[in-house]
């Protein structure tokens, strides 16, 4: 509703979002972050992208951060400047999401995540219209490894899946 559109934009607006979709991205993440476990990790992959590094900005005043991101769409300057707004400690990996092995080799080493908020996904529709097999394998593969990979261990994690609009048109 309006309202609620009001009561959330009225206690973020100092907070540096450019549009009301990543306002209630983050809104609920913040909201549903109380249901968390306050042992383990939260992976955030996409951690270094625009949605993505607000939400562990926030996330990592509770909660310990593991971001996963490949750096097709961002930098790794982006950490240094996340690390130095954040709370507690936040870790990276430079991982390929969309390859088994890797997605693999990260739940090995990284054996106590208990959420995981997926933003890494290309988004640009011209893009994808040029390069359809990169978005296909970017976007597709990489929620289907992750999935795959809790199945495979029996892992029961909390899985938010966000996206922009770009995506679903």
Sequence with gaps: SDVYKRQIL???????????????VIHIALKISSQFPSEGKILVTGGLGYIGSHTVIELSKKFEILIVDNLINSELSNLNRIKKLSVNNIQFENVDLSQKEEVS???????????IFH??????????VEK????HDNNVFSVQNIVNEIKKRKLTIDFIFSSSCTVYG
Aim: hydrophobic letters at 30%.
């Design 119 to 128: 933003f890494a996904a290309l988004k640009s529709v011209s893009e994808s």
């Design 132 to 135: 359809p097999k990169k978005y």
């Design 10 to 24: 009225t206690k973020y607006e100092k907070f540096p979002v450019k549009d009301l979709l990543h306002t209630f």
């Design 105 to 115: 080799e990260l739940f090995t080493k990284y054996t106590n995540i208990h959420t």
